[in-house]
């Protein structure tokens, strides 16, 4: 269920401008509140984009979090790339449905030429 | 019959909020699309808009996640997002709270719908509107599926929802446009974004525009996931609507990847006049 907690921080970060402002100030107080393991927790406190999406937390949340951040969305996306390839395969969530071993994998899944994706 | 107009489009984020990195040529003729749909439905004499979103986490989490919900409010805020992320400054579009209770009241009768009377819009809905009523001065009936957290809204309950909205147009005397968004094939948010599968996505169209409910339906969620990505759960608008369209026929008015709107971007609408 810990993947549930990152998650609901996020949904409620991302929601909250007054949440926003204590994260900012209090990074640890404000995560105590939630059920998070201590990987979970130093992920959201550094904040570690490549393992969060490592861990399962869906882009669509996760790519507000990095715009807090002030993470430009082209290393958005390669954090997240070296999230996979520093920690493997997505291990819960959406992502992991069918498996999801990287950007080059997935190209030839696909029958595509291997330009990384990139923009 | 009171519905006029049935489209969809695309609602990518990176429309508005990464517009300077797009390809101008094929961004202007995109953007150009989106003006002539803009056109359409102010034509048809449309008096609200229901925008069918697959929301991102704005409103709805898995603490309690609704397979369709209905908003019900006299006005909507957005966007949730920040502003200079999404290219979209803040704003509020207008509701009709007793248009959206007779609606919600007509649909609950074949489909259970939750109803919202507090939604803040997301890029799903925020993008579209930016260009569809860019002075935010149409009613909105704001509209969700469940096409983000698994389990998802079925395919199937999507086609009854599209029917039962259809049914519900019909029974108020507004004139009601619905315009379903979201991507086809695409990995939004995720390494892979800007990856889309383009002989997947005419497929789907074909089949869209040919408004073939068994086809349209024959997808399964693993599949789907394997060629066209999280992403592509949201067809569940497009087949909602297709559903509303009662059987009419469509046409594709643009589809081109844009790979940093991370989409194949699409318009498309139903002859709903050659019923």
């Known amino acids: ?119 | 019959m009171s519905l006029v107009y049935a489209g969809v489009c695309s609602h990518a984020p990176g429309i508005t909020g990464r517009a300077d990195q797009a390809d101008p040529d094929v961004r202007d003729r995109f953007y150009a699309s989106f003006h002539q749909m803009r056109a359409d439905i102010e034509a048809s004499g449309a008096e609200a808009i229901i925008v069918i979103a697959a929301e991102h986490f704005a409103n709805f989490f898995m603490n309690n996640m609704p397979s369709f919900a209905i908003g019900m409010a006299d006005s909507y805020p957005g966007p949730i997002e920040d502003s200079t992320w999404l290219g979209i400054d803040k704003f509020t579009a207008p509701g009709d709270r007793g248009l959206s209770e007779r609606m919600i009241t007509e649909v609950s009768q074949t489909v259970d719908v939750s109803y919202a009377e507090e939604w803040k819009f997301d890029h799903g809905i925020a993008v579209p509107l930016h260009f569809l009523t860019p002075k935010f001065d149409t009613t909105i009936i704001p509209v969700n599926i469940n096409c983000q957290g698994p389990p998802l809204t079925p395919l199937h309950r999507a086609w009854a929802f599209g029917e039962a909205l259809r049914r519900a147009a019909d029974s108020v005397p507004e004139k009601i446009a619905i315009v379903g968004t979201g991507g086809i094939s695409h990995w939004p948010a995720t390494p892979d974004s800007g990856k889309v599968n383009e002989a997947w996505d005419r497929d789907f169209l074909d089949r869209w525009c040919r408004n073939d409910k068994d086809a349209l339906l024959s997808y399964n969620d693993a599949e789907v996931y394997k060629d066209a990505g999280q992403g592509g759960f949201e067809i569940r608008t497009f087949i909602t609507v297709a559903a509303a369209a009662g059987g009419a026929t469509g046409v594709v008015h643009f589809c081109e990847p844009i790979p940093i709107f991370a989409v194949s971007c699409t318009v498309a609408s139903y002859d709903l006049a050659a019923q």
């Open chain 1, 1 to 119: 269920m810990s993947l549930y907690f990152v998650q609901k921080f996020l949904f409620e970060l991302n929601r909250d401008e007054g949440l926003q402002e204590r994260y900012h100030a209090d990074r640890e107080a404000v995560l105590a509140r939630y059920d998070l393991t201590e990987e979970e927790q130093a992920a959201l406190v550094a904040p570690d984009i490549g393992l969060l999406f490592h861990l399962g937390v869906n882009g669509q949340i996760l790519m507000h979090f990095a715009a807090l951040h002030q993470i430009e969305w082209a290393d958005y996306l390669q954090r997240m790339r070296d999230g996979i390839a520093e920690h493997g395969p997505v291990r819960e969530g959406v992502y992991a449905m069918t498996g999801y071993e990287g950007v080059d994998v997935h190209t030839d899944a696909l029958g595509q030429s291997t330009d990384g994706g990139s923009e």
